[in-house]
């Protein structure tokens, strides 16, 4: 378990500030908001990556690591540094996958 009951409670009731704060003049508002955070909170813990929403390997390096990627917007992670080590991990990732793309075609290239 990630959190005890008074934690989870707690969050989900940082959940209600954006429509508190936003007054909202309908109950809709604010049941779109909470099945927005919740969709954002599976999503990020399925370990789908989504390319208009890329956010579960940004989570998973919070879990491994548990002192970077606070944030579920990268901004405040950017603007804080807490990212620092994902955005190396992700370059290391990147480069990795190039050179291997590289080599699977010039093996492919070397046995015709």
Do not use: Q
């Amino acid at each position: 378990m990630y959190c005890t009951g008074t934690e989870y409670f707690l969050l989900l009731s940082a959940a209600a500030v954006g429509p508190i704060l936003m007054n909202p003049h309908i109950l809709l508002t604010l049941w779109v908001w909470y099945a927005f955070v919740h969709l954002r909170s599976v999503n990020e813990h399925t370990g789908y990556e989504f390319p208009w929403l890329p956010t579960a390997e940004h989570h998973n390096y919070h879990h491994i690591i548990n002192n970077a990627c606070y944030s579920h917007s990268f901004f405040l992670d950017w603007l804080h540094g807490t990212d620092k080590g994902f955005r190396s991990y992700m370059s290391r990732k990147k480069a990795l996958n190039n050179f291997t793309e590289r080599l699977e075609t010039s093996n492919a290239n070397y046995s015709k």
